[in-house]
C-alpha cells in the first residue's frame, strides 16, 4: 500500500518537460504526480474520446491508492476529459458546460458579447457553401477559424475572397480530426437554442484585431476571480507567430485595470469554477482598446518556468492547490529575477533536421548561462513540416526560457542559447 499521507494528482498528459516545475509547487513533498494518458494518445491522430475515457477510467480504477486529484493543463481533449473524470471520482473541478463555453470558441463569442463588447465582430462560416463566403457583417483582412482548435492550427489570416477560400478548403480537409470527438462532449450537455444544431465541426470569421497581444492569467475560488499576473506576447516581426511571452507585462497601469474588470465579468458570465485559466487580448496603443482574442479555460503551462523566476512559484501551483481544496494565491515578486521570457526559436520553411544537441549540451548550455532552461523540439532525422501541433505558418525548432534584470539581458541569454545549440538541417524546398 502506498503512504496515507501522501497526496495523488493524476495529470492527463503528463510530459517531462512539465515535471521538474511542478515539483517546484510549494507543498511538493508531500505529492505524487502520476501520468494520466500519454501525450501521443491524446494528440496525436484524430481523437476517440470514449476510448481515452475507458483507458483513464481503467487506469484510475487499477490504481492503489487514494485519487486526490485530478488535473491537466493542455487543451481539448485534456480540458474537458478534467471535469467528466473529476465528477466520475468526487475531485474537485469546474463543470464540463464552463470548460466547453471556453474552448468552443463560436460559443464563447455569443457568451462574451452578453458582459462586454472589447472582442471583434464575428460570425459563422457555412463551410458546405459552393463558393463559401464570409459573414456579411465581418470585413477583411479577417482571421477564419474552426470553432475548435489549439496551437493556432487551422486557423488563417486572410486579406481578400480568394485567400479565404483557399483557406476554407484547408480548414474542410482538417476540420473532422478535433470537431468529430468534440461533438461527443457537446452531446454530454445541455445547448443553448442558439447552439441548436451546429455541433463541433463550425467554423467562423471574425475581423483582425491590431495592436500588441497580451495574456491574463488567473483562477476562480469559490465563485471569486483573481488575476496574479498579466503577460506580454511579441511576435516575430511582419509574422503572427509568438517570438516570445514575457513576464511581467510593461502596458500602462490603467490598461492592466480593463483587462481585469473585463476578465472579472467574462469568467463570471461563463460560470467556471475552482479552475485556472488563460485569457489572450489585444491592446490598441492608438486606440487605446482592447479586444478579447480567445479564452483557454487551464492555465498556460509555457508560463510555469516565467512566474517561477519572477514570483518565486510556477503558475501550475495554482492548478494543484485549486483541486486539493487548498490556497490557490501565488506570491509576488519572490523570485530571483526582475522579468523572464519564454521564448519560441523557430523556422519559416521546410527542412530536415540533422543534427540536435544531447542532454549532456543541454545541460551545459544551462549550467553556463544561468537563469536559462532549454527544450528542444524535433528529433534528429525528423521533417520540420511532419511534426505535430505546429502552427498555419511555422516550425518550432526550440523553447528557451531565460530570466533576468531587463529586456536586453533576456535577449543575450537568448541569442547565447541560440548560437550554443548548434541545430542543424537541411532545407527542403516547397511543393
Known amino acids: 500500500m502506498l503512504d496515507e499521507k501522501v497526496k495523488n494528482v493524476f495529470v492527463i498528459g503528463l510530459d517531462e518537460a512539465n515535471l521538474p516545475t511542478l515539483r ?3 507543498g511538493a513533498r508531500s505529492l505524487r504526480f502520476h501520468q494520466l494518458l500519454t501525450i501521443e494518445e491524446l494528440q496525436i491522430g484524430e481523437v476517440h474520446l470514449p476510448t481515452l475515457i475507458e483507458k483513464a477510467r481503467g487506469a484510475l480504477d487499477a490504481f492503489d491508492g487514494s485519487v486526490d486529484a485530478i488535473v491537466g493543463y493542455w487543451d481539448f481533449p485534456v480540458s474537458t476529459l478534467v471535469p467528466i473524470l473529476s465528477e466520475h471520482y468526487g475531485t474537485r473541478s469546474t463543470s464540463l458546460e464552463s470548460v466547453v463555453k471556453c474552448e468552443h470558441k463560436y460559443w464563447s463569442r455569443l457568451e ?8 471583434p465582430r464575428f460570425g459563422r462560416v457555412d463551410l458546405k457553401a459552393e463558393p463559401p463566403r464570409p459573414p456579411e457583417n465581418v470585413r477583411f483582412p479577417m482571421w477564419i ?5 489549439y496551437s493556432s492550427e487551422l486557423a488563417f489570416g486572410v486579406r481578400d475572397e480568394q485567400e479565404f477560400r483557399t483557406a476554407v478548403a484547408e480548414i474542410r480537409e482538417g476540420i473532422t ?3 468529430r470527438p468534440f461533438e461527443h462532449i457537446l452531446e454530454r450537455i445541455d445547448l443553448p437554442p442558439e447552439m441548436d444544431g451546429l455541433g463541433g465541426r463550425v ?4 475581423e483582425e484585431m491590431s495592436g500588441v497581444q497580451v495574456a491574463v492569467e488567473g483562477y476562480v475560488h469559490q465563485g471569486e476571480v483573481t488575476v496574479y499576473g498579466v503577460l506580454d506576447s511579441i511576435d516575430y516581426p511582419d509574422s503572427p507567430c509568438f517570438l516570445r511571452h514575457q513576464y511581467p507585462s510593461t502596458l500602462p497601469p490603467p490598461v492592466i485595470s480593463e483587462l481585469h474588470d473585463v476578465t472579472d465579468r467574462v469568467m463570471r458570465r461563463i460560470g467556471m469554477d475552482s479552475a485556472t485559466f488563460s485569457i489572450e487580448y ?12 480567445e479564452i483557454n479555460p487551464r492555465h498556460s503551462q509555457s508560463h510555469a518556468e516565467l512566474f517561477q523566476y519572477v514570483d518565486g512559484v510556477p503558475n501550475h501551483h495554482c492548478m494543484v492547490s485549486l483541486a486539493l481544496g487548498d490556497d490557490p494565491r501565488m506570491p509576488h515578486r519572490e523570485g530571483p529575477y526582475a522579468m523572464a521570457a519564454k521564448w519560441y ?5 521546410d527542412g530536415v533536421v540533422r543534427r540536435v544537441p544531447g542532454p549532456e549540451d543541454i545541460a551545459r548550455i544551462e549550467r553556463e548561462i544561468p537563469g536559462v532552461r532549454v527544450d528542444v523540439v524535433p528529433e534528429e532525422g525528423t521533417r520540420l513540416s511532419e511534426l505535430p501541433q505546429q502552427d498555419s ?5 526550440a523553447h528557451i526560457f531565460t530570466g533576468g534584470a531587463n529586456e536586453e539581458e533576456l535577449r543575450e541569454k537568448y541569442d547565447h542559447c541560440v548560437a550554443a545549440l548548434g541545430l542543424v538541417f537541411d532545407e527542403v524546398p516547397p511543393e
Do not use: M, N
Not at 489585444?282 to 482574442?293: C, K, M
Open 24 to 26: 517546484q509547487v510549494p
Open 112 to 119: 462574451q458579447q452578453k458582459v462586454t463588447d472589447r472582442h
Open 145 to 149: 477559424k474552426p470553432a475548435l482548435s
Open 177 to 179: 480530426r478535433i470537431g
Open 203 to 206: 467554423c467562423l470569421s471574425e
Open 282 to 293: 489585444f491592446y490598441d496603443p492608438r486606440t487605446r482598446q482592447i479586444s478579447l482574442l
Open 345 to 349: 526559436y523557430r523556422w519559416f520553411t
Open 393 to 397: 505558418y511555422s516550425y518550432e525548432l
